[in-house]
């Protein structure tokens, strides 16, 4: 297997005060390649920063939903309600359950943030409504 050090990124994780001690390191020698340092790196679809707060992750989880959703919400009319659960479903919700495992134990705000993305799709899916309608959920 072959590096290609145009391609890679490296990142350190740590505490911040960690971190702090090492901010002159701008890059690391890999096998001979230089590889660049960042504050966050993409790992088999997670995005996890140097602290591993997981709030990288869980923003751009949220922008490609809220995406999928805008986009869903233009095709919804043409659908019977059976076709769009199913197309709700492959949009929204196997994002939402792809790594989700690595999400345990993180602060409640971003379990909020990924709550309100199945609202959205909720109330697109099952109400047919606008994305400023409420849904009482029994």
């Not at 740590?14 to 001690?21: I, V």
């Not at 390191?25 to 591993?52: H, Q």
């Not at 047919?128 to 849904?135: D, I, Q, V, W, Y």
């Amino acid at each position: 297997m072959a590096l290609n050090p145009n391609k890679s990124v490296a990142t350190l994780f740590g505490t911040s005060q960690r971190l702090k001690s090492l901010s002159v390191l701008k890059s690391v020698n890999v096998a001979g390649a230089v590889i660049p340092l960042s504050n966050k790196v993409n790992i088999f679809g997670a995005t996890l920063d140097a602290n591993v707060t997981m709030a990288p992750h869980v923003k751009a989880l949220s922008s490609s939903c809220f995406y999928h959703i805008r986009s869903f919400r233009q095709i919804h009319p043409s659908l019977d309600d059976s076709m769009a659960g199913c197309v709700a479903s492959a949009l929204i919700s196997s994002r939402l359950d792809q790594l989700n495992s690595i999400l345990y134990g993180t602060p409640l705000k971003h379990t909020a943030r990924r709550q309100r993305i199945q609202y959205a799709a909720a109330r697109i899916n099952v109400a047919g409504a606008g994305s400023l309608t409420h849904l009482h959920c029994v």
